[in-house]
């Protein structure tokens, strides 16, 4: 319900007024009626009505002049003029007071209705207003740290007037006043052992609080998290120098308080200082740079780019020979010249002080000659790497060399499995289909290890051993063996002539087939021939 108040200096018009409006059913509580404006003032102190219903002509005080009253305290309760007077005058001063309705008396309960159910409607949504606002407030206190974090985050990764980073550090009180400006980066190394897999957001929950204790002794320094699930610190204050020497010790506290307290690590980047708050893009991107440093320093240290700027060289060349026994060993299956290539490669990395993008580009051109030679090799598997994964790019998600040492020997020696099986396996199809031709063509006599070869595309040399290999014998051996037991089976089981069966299984010369028949079985054909007849063996 909306409380109204009348005032009116005739009481019969006040008692008819109260006693004809439904106020109820229009969303109306008369809560007090007044003779004159001093009354209505004194009623609205202690009502605090919507709506005030006044005569304008009163004595003591008009309506015109509680009108008045009423905006400057009031400024929410709205003003509904009843009169007896078509005076434009009166009407001029009331539009200039802003009141809500302009009433000339007598007036109707139809013509009174109208207004308060119009009164009502801009009531309502005046409430809804409200509302909408105060909820609209309270989210933007609830949402208040986060939208922090994100124009912090904003600030340091994005091109920012001036003008704008002043309104927001100002409109979120944030303490940075200068002169120097300098950044520290945060990241985990590994949370540990497995018991903590389960618990990773809280870990890093834990990191940001114990970030927030630590740089929060010290006045002007501001902290966040970003997207990527890094922890910074912008520090500001004193000239450079001085700045960077408290930036080591909150680092150092930092690294060393997560060690002590959570069980695990983290690897802390200092950036540069600059001396405007548009530079702190520069300043945030040279604290994430020294953090990349963790790839060739390894973990749980405090970095800082200015030691690492004395470190930049072209650093010298990698070895030919380490790329070179790494694509021989994946080639020739050799286990243990991938694992030491590998070493070899890391170890050079680590020694070489290369930038860290040359660093990086160093191991893309060692994984592109990988994929180089599987390409050659025709029977490596199709995605090496894993599943839509690209080599190139995937290296940037390792913290450190020992990890991309591990995951390059695990691909390698992967690999180095999956084209060995490949290889038994065409190996054996092929063994087997050059066994199907040799039996099917046994008894040409000019049947030779060349005519096998070129049927299963393999060299002779490569054949030879491979088939040995897999049979346990030589081609000629095996072949002897087809044309012998086929040799058998015709002397055993048919009348043909001697020299007739050496011609069926391949042998122009009937001598020949008689001396080898004899030196495979132990018999000449006419003694084999002779004692199966009689039912030997």
Same mark, same amino acid.
């Given at each position: 319900?909306?409380?109204?108040?009348?005032?009116?200096?005739?009481?019969?018009?006040?008692?008819?007024?109260?006693?004809?409006?439904?106020?109820?059913?229009?969303?109306?509580?008369? %809560?007090?009626?007044? +003779?004159?404006?001093?009354?209505?003032?004194?009623?609205?102190?202690?009502? /605090?009505?919507?709506?005030?219903?006044?005569?304008?002509?009163?004595?003591?005080? =008009?309506?015109?002049?509680?009108?008045?009253?009423?905006?400057?305290?009031?400024?929410?309760?709205?003003?509904?003029?009843?009169?007896?007077?078509?005076? *434009?005058?009166?009407?001029?001063?009331?539009?200039?007071?802003? %009141?809500?309705?302009?009433?000339?008396?007598?007036?109707?309960?139809?013509?009174?209705?109208?207004?308060?159910?119009?009164?009502?409607?801009?009531?309502?949504?005046?409430?809804?207003?409200?509302? =909408?606002?105060?909820?609209?407030?309270?989210?933007?206190?609830?949402?208040?740290?986060?939208?922090?974090?994100?124009?912090?985050?904003?600030?340091?990764?994005?091109?920012?007037?001036?003008?704008?980073?002043?309104?927001?550090?100002?409109?979120?009180?944030?303490?940075?006043?200068?002169?120097?400006?300098?950044?520290? /980066?945060?990241?985990?190394?590994?949370?540990?052992?497995?018991?903590?897999?389960?618990?990773?957001?809280?870990?890093? *929950?834990?990191?940001?609080?114990?970030?927030?204790?630590?740089?929060?002794?010290?006045?002007?320094?501001?902290?966040?998290?970003?997207?990527?699930?890094?922890? &910074?610190?912008?520090?500001?204050?004193?000239? !450079?120098?001085?700045?960077? =020497?408290?930036?080591?010790?909150?680092? +150092?506290?930092?690294?060393?308080?997560? $060690?002590?307290?959570?069980?695990?690590?983290?690897? &802390?980047?200092?950036?540069?200082?600059?001396?405007?708050?548009?530079?702190?893009?520069?300043?945030?991107?040279?604290?994430?740079?020294?953090?990349?440093?963790?790839?060739?320093?390894?973990?749980?240290? &405090?970095?800082?780019?200015?030691?690492?700027?004395?470190?930049?060289?072209?650093?010298?060349?990698?070895?030919?020979?380490?790329?070179?026994?790494?694509?021989?060993? %994946?080639?020739?299956?050799?286990? +243990?010249?991938?694992?030491?290539?590998?070493?070899?490669?890391?170890?050079?990395?680590?020694?070489?002080?290369?930038?860290?993008?040359?660093?990086?580009?160093?191991?893309?051109?060692?994984?592109?000659?990988?994929?180089?030679?599987?390409?050659?090799?025709?029977? !490596?598997?199709?995605?090496?790497?894993?599943?839509?994964?690209?080599?190139?790019?995937?290296?940037?998600? *390792?913290?450190?060399? $020992?990890?991309?040492?591990?995951?390059?020997?695990?691909?390698?020696?992967?690999?180095?499995?999956?084209?060995?099986?490949?290889?038994?396996? *065409?190996?054996?199809?092929?063994?087997?289909?050059? $066994?199907?031709?040799?039996?099917?063509?046994?008894?040409?006599?000019?049947?030779?290890?060349?005519? %096998?070869?070129? +049927?299963?595309?393999?060299?002779?040399?490569?054949?030879?051993?491979?088939?040995?290999?897999?049979?346990?014998?030589?081609?000629?051996?095996?072949?002897?063996?087809?044309?012998?037991?086929?040799?058998?089976?015709?002397?055993?089981?048919?009348?043909?002539?001697?020299?007739?069966?050496?011609?069926?299984?391949?042998?122009?010369?009937?001598?020949?087939?008689?001396?080898?028949?004899?030196?495979?079985?132990?018999?000449?054909?006419?003694?084999?021939?002779?004692?199966?007849?009689?039912?030997?063996?």
């Amino acid at each position: 319900m909306y409380k109204i108040v009348l005032v009116d200096d005739e009481a019969g018009v006040r008692e008819s007024i109260r006693r004809r409006i439904a106020w109820k059913e229009h969303g109306f509580e008369c %809560v007090a009626d007044c +003779e004159n404006g001093f009354e209505a003032l004194e009623a609205a102190e202690r009502y /605090a009505p919507n709506v005030v219903l006044t005569d304008i002509n009163m004595p003591f005080m =008009d309506g015109l002049e509680l009108t008045r009253q009423l905006s400057k305290r009031y400024s929410n309760t709205k003003v509904i003029i009843l009169t007896g007077f078509d005076d *434009f005058e009166y009407a001029q001063q009331a539009v200039k007071l802003k %009141v809500n309705d302009f009433i000339l008396k007598p007036i109707t309960a139809g013509e009174l209705t109208a207004v308060l159910d119009k009164l009502r409607a801009e009531l309502d949504e005046e409430k809804c207003r409200k509302e =909408d606002l105060e909820r609209l407030r309270r989210q933007l206190h609830e949402s208040m740290p986060v939208l922090r974090e994100r124009f912090l985050e904003r600030m340091v990764s994005t091109d920012l007037s001036a003008r704008e980073m002043e309104e927001r550090i100002s409109y979120f009180m944030l303490p940075l006043k200068g002169p120097d400006y300098l950044v520290l /980066a945060a990241d985990a190394d590994r949370f540990g052992d497995k018991r903590h897999e389960g618990q990773r957001e809280l870990l890093r *929950f834990a990191v940001y609080n114990i970030v927030q204790e630590i740089a929060g002794r010290e006045p002007g320094t501001a902290v966040f998290r970003t997207r990527e699930e890094k922890i &910074v610190c912008i520090l500001s204050g004193e000239e !450079g120098g001085a700045l960077n =020497d408290k930036a080591q010790q909150i680092a +150092e506290d930092i690294r060393h308080s997560v $060690e002590t307290y959570l069980r695990f690590t983290v690897t &802390v980047g200092i950036g540069r200082p600059v001396a405007d708050l548009q530079e702190l893009r520069q300043a945030y991107r040279s604290a994430v740079s020294a953090l990349d440093y963790r790839l060739m320093l390894g973990t749980n240290r &405090v970095i800082s780019i200015t030691d690492m700027e004395g470190r930049r060289s072209d650093g010298a060349s990698l070895p030919t020979s380490c790329e070179k026994a790494l694509i021989v060993g %994946v080639k020739t299956g050799t286990r +243990e010249e991938v694992r030491r290539a590998i070493a070899e490669i890391i170890l050079h990395l680590k020694t070489s002080n290369l930038p860290i993008e040359h660093c990086y580009i160093r191991i893309q051109k060692i994984i592109l000659s990988l994929l180089q030679a599987l390409d050659e090799l025709g029977g !490596g598997p199709p995605e090496p790497f894993g599943d839509r994964v690209n080599p190139l790019t995937h290296i940037y998600s *390792f913290k450190t060399l $020992e990890d991309i040492e591990g995951w390059l020997s695990d691909t390698c020696l992967r690999t180095i499995g999956r084209i060995s099986e490949a290889r038994n396996d *065409f190996s054996e199809t092929q063994i087997r289909k050059a $066994e199907a031709f040799i039996k099917e063509h046994y008894r040409d006599e000019g049947l030779s290890l060349k005519a %096998v070869c070129r +049927e299963v595309h393999m060299s002779g040399s490569y054949f030879s051993a491979l088939f040995k290999q897999h049979t346990g014998k030589t081609f000629v051996e095996y072949l002897t063996g087809q044309r012998m037991e086929k040799a058998r089976e015709l002397l055993k089981f048919s009348d043909l002539k001697t020299y007739e069966i050496a011609a069926r299984v391949g042998y122009a010369d009937p001598h020949y087939f008689s001396v080898l028949f004899k030196k495979t079985t132990g018999e000449t054909p006419s003694e084999f021939r002779q004692r199966t007849a009689v039912g030997g063996p």
